[in-house]
């Protein structure tokens, strides 16, 4: 059995699932399996997305606050001076774990306190099908309007930007890993 697994499906926009071109956040319901335990729960797969992303070199520590690995809702997005990094604030719902960086993988622990350590190469696939599916969706939907507000413009881009950044550098390191060679397209 696999130490670590996520998935996504039922997709939806917050109004439901009919396309909205003006809705930014994605939503959907994740599963995630982390050693015997099975979670689920609805949220902004948008933003979960970017945080697996993140956690791929950064730790994240269960706070208590409104950045949940799953939250319930992104208010906004803001943006860094240069756009390349953002941060997503919502309510304060949501499932949230932690996950540590331990030697060569990261440490998962739930808010039971049971905990499960998994290889690195393991967990990077995981996040990257996850973040695969997620964009995936966003291709088949129309195109986004960007924000003609300033503020709300810059969230959307340097949520992307972040984005594709991490998400490159991942697949290029799963790439050396597996030995497998890639074609990274370029991503809107």
């Known amino acids: 059995m696999c130490a670590f697994a996520i998935d996504v499906d039922q997709f939806t926009w917050v109004c439901g699932p009919e396309d909205d071109p003006e809705d930014l956040c994605l939503h959907g319901h994740v599963t995630v399996r982390v050693g015997e335990t ?3 729960e609805d949220g902004t797969v948008s ?3 970017l945080y697996l992303l993140k956690t791929l070199t950064e730790d994240k520590v269960m706070s208590g606050s409104n950045i949940q690995m799953i939250p319930c809702c992104g208010h906004f997005m ?5 756009l390349s990094q953002v941060s997503i604030i919502g ?3 949501g499932l949230d774990w932690s996950t540590e960086h331990e030697g060569d993988g990261v440490r998962i622990t739930l808010p039971t306190g049971e905990s499960q350590w998994v290889d ?4 990077r696939q995981q996040v990257l099908h996850f973040a695969e599916k ?3 969706y966003y291709r088949s939907c129309q195109p986004k309007k960007i924000p003609e507000d300033e503020f709300e413009r810059n969230g959307y881009l340097a949520f992307w930007n972040e984005w594709h950044r991490r998400y ?3 697949a290029l390191q799963d790439a050396v890993d597996t030995g497998r060679e ?3 397209e370029q991503r809107s």
């Open 182 to 184: 890639i074609g990274l």
């Open 47 to 49: 933003a979960t997305a």
């Open 78 to 82: 803001i943006a860094n001076p240069d």
């Open 120 to 123: 690195l190469p393991s967990y």
């Open 38 to 40: 099975t979670l689920e």
């Open 168 to 170: 490159t550098q991942a």
């Open 134 to 136: 997620v964009e995936g």
């Open 91 to 93: 309510c304060d719902n």
